[in-house]
């Protein structure tokens, strides 16, 4: 069975114009499937109730001293969820008024009830922080000084209808009226249509319930920054805080990123990066070993280490090797060999973790005087090594798009 008029239209182009059951909440979950009437060339699905007709709100003089309750031909559980798996929702009202203001002189006589039970001030549109109907929408009321041309004063019937679109508020459950001399409401049809729009990857059990998945089970999602693991259980409703558990991060990477270089001989060059003529491993490619400089390929936490030893010659002083690890030329950390005429050698090393935006290159510099040198040969003292941690996958495919 289909959960809209949208979803069976999409499946069977066939299907005509005519009366349907469908079940939004999910075919033996949650409440009975409901009878709908669907146009399925736009693929709109109506719901009916009790108040379509024009209804004499009668003779009253207190805030909502009229009140009726509506009643549809579905659950608000399945009205919800439609609302919910649909791209849009709307509901027509029409009051016809004489001598019957909706607001005067800051006082509320007349308002309706949303789906939760909350009273609501504004007859069209979609923006529920004001008083209006649809002339103070388009700015045409017949006075420029209210938003409703029921709130003017006039010898005469008027009229306001408009459309309320704001899908979470619907459907109208109630409508109230007060301070009325001849009042006359009438309310459309709920209809819905088209399916909820699920923009980029899915981040939710809701994204993928919207777009068609009913299997209870486990499932990958995009997170804040990585690939998350959750459960959804497509028999709970949405509002449950079953309907979606957290399980945990998911290890994927769109590429293998991990290096290790040495050298086979003796370094000596001030504030230039330290290359390097032995390449161990360089999965993904992105440490150039001749100039010694790495590029992250994407962005995400890497982690760096260098260690080596460095000796000194030509001075009689005692002196201090010093090497650092750059970001695009930025002094990310220092490390130093301290030594003296009685101890010309020492070894040394450093670590680092960083996050990196895709492109940013790192490298080890040295900063020592000149006597001061990084030893290597045959034994290869010098290892410089790295690899990528986590890479920030929400990020990496925002570049992409």
Same mark, same amino acid.
């Given at each position: 069975?289909y959960?809209?008029?949208?979803? =069976? ?10 009366n ?8 033996g979950?949650g409440d009975? #499937?409901?009878?709908?009437y669907? !146009?399925m060339?736009?693929? @709109?699905?109506t ?5 379509e007709d024009s209804? !004499? ?5 207190? #805030? ?6 509506i009643?549809?031909? =579905? ?5 919800t ?10 509901? &027509?009202? @029409?009051y016809?008024?004489?001598d ?13 009830n949303?789906?939760? *039970?909350?009273?609501?001030?504004f007859?069209?549109?979609s ?8 002339c103070?929408?388009e700015g045409?009321?017949?006075d420029?000084n ?8 006039? &010898?005469?019937?008027?009229n ?5 679109t704001? @899908?979470?508020?619907?459907?109208i459950?109630?409508l $109230?009226?007060?301070?009325t001399?001849?009042?006359v409401h009438?309310?459309?049809?709920f209809?819905c ?5 699920v ?6 059990c809701?994204?993928l ?5 009913k299997?209870?089970g486990f499932?990958?999602v995009?997170?804040k920054?990585m690939?998350?693991?959750?459960y959804?259980?497509?028999t709970?409703?949405?509002? !449950?805080p079953?309907?979606?558990t ?5 290890g994927?990477q769109s ?10 001989y003796?370094?000596?060059?001030t504030?230039?990066p ?6 161990r491993? $360089? ?9 010694g400089i790495f590029?992250?390929p994407?962005?995400?936490t890497?982690f760096f ?5 460095a000796y000194m010659?030509g001075?009689?002083k005692?002196? @201090?090797?010093?090497? &650092?690890?750059? %970001?695009n030329?930025?002094l990310?950390? %220092?490390v ?5 005429q *009685?101890?010309?050698?020492d ?5 680092s ?5 895709a ?7 040295s900063d ?20 990528l941690?986590?890479? !920030?996958? =929400?990020?990496?495919l925002? $570049? %992409?798009?």
């Amino acid at each position: 069975m289909y959960r809209t008029c949208s979803e =069976a239209h999409a499946a069977d182009s066939s299907l005509t114009m005519g009366n349907y059951w469908i079940d939004p909440d999910g075919q033996g979950v949650g409440d009975d #499937p409901i009878f709908v009437y669907c !146009d399925m060339a736009t693929g @709109k699905t109506t719901i009916l109730h009790d108040s379509e007709d024009s209804i !004499d709100v009668g003779y009253c003089t207190d #805030p909502g001293c009229y009140s009726r309750e509506i009643i549809y031909n =579905a659950t608000m559980r399945q009205m919800t969820t439609l609302a919910e798996l649909s791209n849009e929702c709307h509901q &027509s009202i @029409k009051y016809e008024c004489y001598d019957a203001p909706l607001e005067k002189d800051g006082v509320i006589y007349s308002w309706w009830n949303d789906r939760d *039970g909350n009273p609501q001030y504004f007859w069209a549109g979609s923006d529920s922080s004001v008083h209006t109907c649809q002339c103070g929408i388009e700015g045409n009321c017949i006075d420029s000084n209210v938003k409703c041309n029921c709130d003017a004063t006039a &010898s005469y019937v008027l009229n306001d209808d408009g459309v309320v679109t704001k @899908k979470a508020s619907l459907p109208i459950t109630k409508l $109230n009226f007060g301070q009325t001399t001849t009042g006359v409401h009438t309310l459309g049809r709920f209809e819905c249509s088209g399916d909820a729009i699920v923009t980029g990857f899915p981040t939710s059990c809701e994204d993928l319930w919207k777009i068609g998945h009913k299997m209870t089970g486990f499932y990958s999602v995009m997170g804040k920054k990585m690939v998350e693991t959750i459960y959804c259980d497509f028999t709970k409703s949405l509002s !449950d805080p079953a309907f979606q558990t957290w399980i945990g991060f998911a290890g994927v990477q769109s590429t293998s990123v991990y290096f290790y270089v040495q050298r086979n001989y003796d370094f000596h060059g001030t504030h230039n990066p330290i290359n390097f003529d032995i390449v161990r491993i $360089n999965t993904g490619g992105a440490m150039n070993a001749g100039s010694g400089i790495f590029t992250a390929p994407v962005t995400g936490t890497y982690f760096f280490s260098f260690s080596g030893v460095a000796y000194m010659v030509g001075t009689t002083k005692d002196g @201090k090797f010093q090497a &650092s690890l750059r %970001r695009n030329g930025e002094l990310i950390g %220092r490390v130093e060999a301290a030594m003296t005429q *009685g101890l010309s050698t020492d070894s040394f090393s450093l670590q680092s973790t960083l996050y990196l935006q895709a492109g940013q290159q790192i490298w080890m510099q040295s900063d020592q005087e000149e006597y001061m040198y990084l030893i290597d040969n045959g034994d290869h003292y010098t290892h410089f090594t790295g690899w990528l941690l986590q890479e !920030d996958v =929400a990020q990496s495919l925002k $570049n %992409r798009l």
